[in-house]
């Protein structure tokens, strides 16, 4: 499988860039690349040996700990981010967005639409929390 789902979600990469006229990084040997929107970067992860694709977006660094703003997050996550949700990175503390998504049945509309939407949130949020 894991050769399958590299060569799949490869594949899915180089028609989001095509369909959009953006140069981006292939698909590397070990299932990684990245996709950029405005301020935010998304890295796509394939763990192939695990059958699952992730994507992941920085959104802020390591703030002080504040329940306000955890929550806000939280409650962001429920509503506002579509697939995906917010997380922090339990060595850096740094704040990121992430969607989990297993490859099974994965096609390209879904594959499209969950860059689309980390993107997309991403680039919105990481303003937000400068700004915060």
Known sequence: MSDDALATVGGYLERFAKERNLSLPPLSADGTSQVQRGSAVVTIRVLADRGLLLLLARVAEAPPP???????????????TGDAA????????????????????????????????????????DDRLKQA
């Open 66 to 80: 504040s329940l306000e703003l955890y929550r806000r997050l939280l409650e962001a996550s429920f509503l506002q």
């Open 86 to 125: 917010f997380a922090i990175h339990d060595k850096s503390g740094d704040i990121y967005l992430r969607v989990l998504r297993s490859l099974d049945l994965l096609d390209y509309e879904e594959f499209e639409d969950l860059v689309h939407t980390i993107a997309t949130v991403a680039d919105e949020w």
